[in-house]
């Protein structure tokens, strides 16, 4: 019986201690987030959680530790690379980041003269296995072998494009597949230097052209030397490191951008690669990489005194990438099109947040991280959250969509909230032709350009269904307009004759008269009386009433949500608040320069001429839930037509009803309009100043109570 409790208080010291390892692995000094399309901030799973924070001591590294190291880099056998800087050496460590050797001096290809690094800051191991070393201050390319003996030494190129006063200290190295070298120099913003495995100058790849401001041409054209020396050059942007992929193509970082230029590419949703911190540059220098997601690959988007500053890029399988924040010690991972999938790190002492993080590199699914100033490499480990969404792109890349698919779904299920999530699914179903299942899906991640390209596929599923009916239902609807103006215009040829007050109906039906006659039809209103305030004040509660209809019912294209709330100040500031104004404005001028027409007569002429906005908006709307991106410049038309007509026929309205010329009229629209702004001036001081007696009021009020 004693022996059976042992048992059981073992099994249960096991399990609880078996839960505090879980409980301590799942406890992260950082949270993981991203930003959904709005830009709001939301935390999700932990992709990467740390696995081991190893010292020189964990490394085996005997004697000093490391010093200030920079630079990292993960070979094809899974060896890793530590550029040390401070001690001017380089780390190799096995795949279990154990040391296999350290390279602290080696000996000229003459086999006699030893040499040392001098501050040694970029670091790469092509495939064949030789190390390409960015000794930097000794202004050079250290190429060696795996045992550490010397390949080539490669000196600093000469050209007759390097400036005067040149000065080339590499920081940070590549090599493609051709053999083709990249060298970042630092303060050196002509771009990535190319040099053939030679080290013979190629060229400059990547520069970033300056477009100067007009001001600035206006100033250079007015100012003299002395004054042009003193003021401030416009200079391309310099990069500050280099990743080569297994295509050819250089991720270069910059962190020198202009802050505010940085964050406002960033906010606006710059697709372009002006301003952007990553580019991803081909042979010819010219940046292909693809910012599709919500927002640009530029880092944190809520920041309140920094913006982010990439220093290095890690690059993972299937085009995903992580690039590192240098101003937040944070790691952004990225797709291939630019979609934000996490960000995690931060600054601090604790295991899985860094003081200032230098490099970072992909050992298969596991992420490395180089602290300099802790001098300690952290090794991050996949949690299942990171590994299903690695597995969706990767399902993705290879055409497995039903894999894709399942593996997205297994995302959402931890992490509902994931736009991206629902987008690779709508994609998996975009390639297997499931549109309708990608238009919801597209829908849910707020990829509204990816959703109407789906749209354009379904809609000609629809339309092949019902081709026959398609154009019967379209003659159909035309002869009813068709009936119905007929009908409009035997009504009002009928008013003509008809004595007496005419009827609602047909005072409302004159209005297309006006449209289609404005000048016989607005001088009839004032003085044959087709028209009256009643049917005025219906045709303004018309518009406002599309107005509010075309909230509700106008497609995706005119607004891209489904949650429309409807407040009806938001109408009345755009209809009625300045119709009444226009109305007041003119009247009041028109009266002090000899119009003939009355507050009453511009009202209704005015309200007559707002008939177009409302029988153009409303088929408008209703054809906007069938038109694609593509067809967008249609609804953009019929909407400045109706608009434009309106604003015609008020126009001819006031002309008539005050007996103006063209010219007279114009100017004093100009004016009224110019009075409709003053007015409102007043209205909102006035309002202001009672509400500031009222608050006086009320204080003394207060007082002389609270005194008695």
């Given at each position: 019986?004693?022996?059976?409790?042992?048992?059981?208080?073992?099994?249960?010291?096991?399990?609880?201690?078996?839960?505090?390892?879980?409980?301590?692995?799942?406890?992260?000094?950082?949270?993981?987030?991203?930003?959904?399309?709005?830009?709001?901030?939301?935390?999700?799973?932990?992709?990467?959680?740390?696995?081991?924070?190893?010292?020189?001591?964990?490394?085996?590294?005997?004697?000093?530790?490391?010093?200030?190291?920079?630079?990292?880099?993960?070979?094809?056998?899974?060896?890793?690379?530590?550029?040390?800087?401070?001690?001017?050496?380089?780390?190799?460590?096995?795949?279990?980041?154990?040391?296999?050797?350290?390279?602290?001096?080696?000996?000229?290809?003459?086999?006699?003269?030893?040499?040392?690094?001098?501050?040694?800051?970029?670091?790469?191991?092509?495939?064949?296995?030789?190390?390409?070393?960015?000794?930097?201050?000794?202004?050079?390319?250290?190429?060696?072998?795996?045992?550490?003996?010397?390949?080539?030494?490669?000196?600093?190129?000469?050209?007759?494009?390097?400036?005067?006063?040149?000065?080339?200290?590499?920081?940070?190295?590549?090599?493609?597949?051709?053999?083709?070298?990249?060298?970042?120099?630092?303060?050196?913003n002509m771009g990535v230097i190319a040099l053939n495995a030679d080290g013979g100058f190629e060229g400059f790849v990547g520069a970033e052209k300056v477009v100067p401001k007009v001001s600035d041409l206006f100033w250079k054209l007015?100012?003299?030397?002395?004054q042009k020396s003193r003021t401030a050059k416009s200079v391309p942007t310099e990069y500050n490191n280099i990743t080569i992929d297994e295509l050819g193509f250089a991720y270069v970082t910059s962190s020198a951008i202009h802050a505010r230029n940085q964050y406002s590419a960033l906010i606006n949703r710059d697709k372009s690669s002006k301003h952007a911190p990553i580019k991803r540059l081909n042979n010819t220098g010219i940046d292909v990489l693809k910012r599709n997601g919500a927002f640009p690959p530029a880092g944190d988007i809520q920041t309140t005194d920094k913006v982010s500053r990439?220093?290095?890029?890690?690059?993972?399988?299937?085009?995903?990438?992580?690039?590192?924040?240098?101003?937040?010690?944070?790691?952004?991972?990225?797709?291939?099109?630019?979609?934000?999938?996490?960000?995690?790190?931060?600054?601090?002492?604790?295991?899985?947040?860094?003081q200032s993080a230098s490099a970072l590199a992909y050992q298969s699914n596991n992420l490395l991280v180089l602290d300099k100033d802790s001098s300690k490499l952290t090794v991050f480990r996949r949690t299942e959250y990171g590994a299903n969404i690695a597995a969706a792109i990767h399902h993705r890349k290879n055409r497995n969509y039903d894999e894709s698919i399942a593996a997205w779904q297994r995302v959402l299920k931890m992490n509902p909230t994931l736009e991206m999530a629902y987008s690779g699914v709508a994609q998996s179903n975009m390639r297997k032709e499931e549109y309708k299942k990608a238009m919801h899906n597209y829908k849910l991640a707020n990829d509204w350009d990816h959703y109407f390209k789906a749209f354009a596929e379904y809609r000609k599923e629809i339309v092949s269904k019902f081709i026959i009916l398609i154009p019967i239902v379209a003659a159909a609807i035309l002869w009813l307009v068709y009936r119905f103006f007929k009908y409009a215009k035997k009504v009002n040829t009928a008013g003509w004759r008809k004595p007496g007050k005419r009827t609602l109906w047909e005072?409302?039906?004159?209005?297309?008269?006006?449209?289609?006659?404005?000048?016989?039809?607005?001088?009839?209103?004032?003085?044959?009386?087709?028209?009256?305030?009643?049917?005025?004040?219906?045709?303004?509660?018309?518009?406002?009433?599309?107005?509010?209809?075309?909230?509700?019912?106008?497609?995706?294209?005119?607004?891209?949500?489904?949650?429309?709330?409807?407040?009806?100040?938001?109408?009345?500031?755009?209809?009625?608040?300045?119709?009444?104004?226009?109305?007041?404005?003119?009247?009041?001028?028109?009266?002090?320069?000899?119009g003939e027409g009355s507050l009453k007569d511009i009202f209704i002429a005015s309200s007559y001429s707002l008939v177009p906005m409302v029988i153009i908006t409303i088929p408008v709307t209703l054809f906007s839930n069938i038109v694609v991106l593509e067809e967008q410049q249609f609804i953009t038309f019929f909407t400045t037509l109706a608009l434009g007509w309106s604003l015609g026929l008020i126009f001819i309205g006031v002309l008539v009803t005050n007996d103006y010329s063209p010219f007279k009229n114009f100017y004093t629209s100009a004016i009224s309009i110019v009075g409709m702004g003053f007015i409102a001036f007043l209205t909102v001081l006035f309002i202001n100043i009672l509400q500031n007696m009222n608050s006086f009021i009320t204080t003394i009020i207060n007082e002389i109570t609270f005194r008695l």
């Open positions: 019986m004693v022996r059976k409790k042992w048992i059981l208080f073992l099994a249960a010291l096991l399990l609880l201690c078996s839960f505090g390892i879980e409980s301590a692995s799942a406890m992260v000094p950082y949270k993981t987030y991203f930003y959904d399309y709005d830009g709001e901030y939301l935390v999700s799973p932990d992709a990467y959680v740390p696995d081991k924070v190893l010292n020189a001591k964990a490394m085996g590294i005997e004697g000093a530790g490391l010093n200030q190291p920079l630079d990292l880099f993960v070979d094809n056998n899974n060896s890793v690379y530590i550029a040390d800087t401070g001690s001017n050496r380089i780390i190799i460590l096995d795949e279990q980041y154990r040391i296999k050797r350290e390279i602290t001096e080696f000996v000229h290809e003459d086999g006699v003269t030893k040499d040392q690094f001098n501050t040694p800051s970029g670091i790469f191991v092509s495939e064949e296995g030789l190390i390409y070393v960015a000794d930097s201050k000794n202004a050079r390319i250290v190429v060696l072998h795996q045992d550490g003996s010397v390949e080539k030494i490669l000196e600093a190129p000469d050209s007759d494009v390097f400036p005067a006063g040149f000065i080339y200290e590499p920081s940070a190295i590549g090599v493609d597949p051709s053999g083709l070298i990249y060298v970042i120099s630092k303060s050196t007015v100012t003299t030397k002395e990439f220093i290095d890029v890690a690059l993972a399988e299937d085009g995903a990438y992580s690039t590192l924040d240098s101003s937040q010690n944070k790691i952004f991972t990225y797709d291939d099109n630019g979609n934000l999938l996490y960000v995690f790190g931060g600054y601090g002492t604790q295991d899985g947040v860094f005072e409302l039906l004159y209005s297309f008269h006006v449209m289609f006659h404005p000048f016989d039809g607005f001088w009839d209103l004032k003085h044959e009386k087709r028209g009256s305030v009643r049917a005025a004040v219906i045709i303004v509660a018309a518009v406002m009433a599309v107005d509010i209809f075309k909230q509700l019912a106008g497609g995706y294209i005119l607004y891209p949500s489904d949650w429309r709330v409807i407040e009806l100040w938001d109408t009345l500031l755009s209809v009625l608040i300045p119709f009444g104004l226009w109305c007041c404005a003119n009247w009041g001028l028109t009266t002090l320069m000899d």
